[in-house]
């Protein structure tokens, strides 16, 4: 099992930052995928960013230029910087974590609020 927590979340206004942390504990494997992924009220559960265990990223347009994902494996610990925020980027946020052969484990964490006013 691994369990995963995030934080970083708040509140903050049009234009300013946050990073979120999110940290990774139990039986995580050397070869996995982790992510960010987004919920707003009314919507459906939307990717943010993702990182494999060597570093390769993937944003959608939304946020690319905007987001950067990075993660440290010593400490088991994703992070996501967010600048340039909108409104819109207003959800709560979810860490993931997808490991096995075919990614079959599949973990989320409890999630962040991110709340940015105009």
């Known amino acids: 099992q691994v369990q995963l927590e995030e934080s970083g979340g708040g509140l903050v206004q049009a234009g300013g930052s946050l990073r979120l942390s999110c940290a990774a504990s139990g039986s995580i494997f050397s070869f996995n995928r982790m992510g960010w992924y987004r919920q707003a009220p009314g919507k459906q559960r939307e990717l943010v960013a993702t990182?494999?265990?060597?570093?390769?990223?993937n944003y959608p347009d939304s946020v690319k230029g905007r987001f950067t994902i990075s993660r440290d494996n010593a400490k088991n610990t994703m992070y996501l910087q967010m600048n340039s925020l909108k409104p819109e980027d207003t959800a709560v946020y979810y860490c993931?974590?997808?490991?096995?052969?075919?990614?079959?484990?599949?973990?989320w964490g409890q999630g962040t609020q991110v709340t940015v006013s105009s």
């Open positions: 993931r974590l997808r490991q096995g052969a075919t990614y079959e484990y599949d973990f």
């Open positions: 990182i494999s265990s060597v570093g390769t990223t």
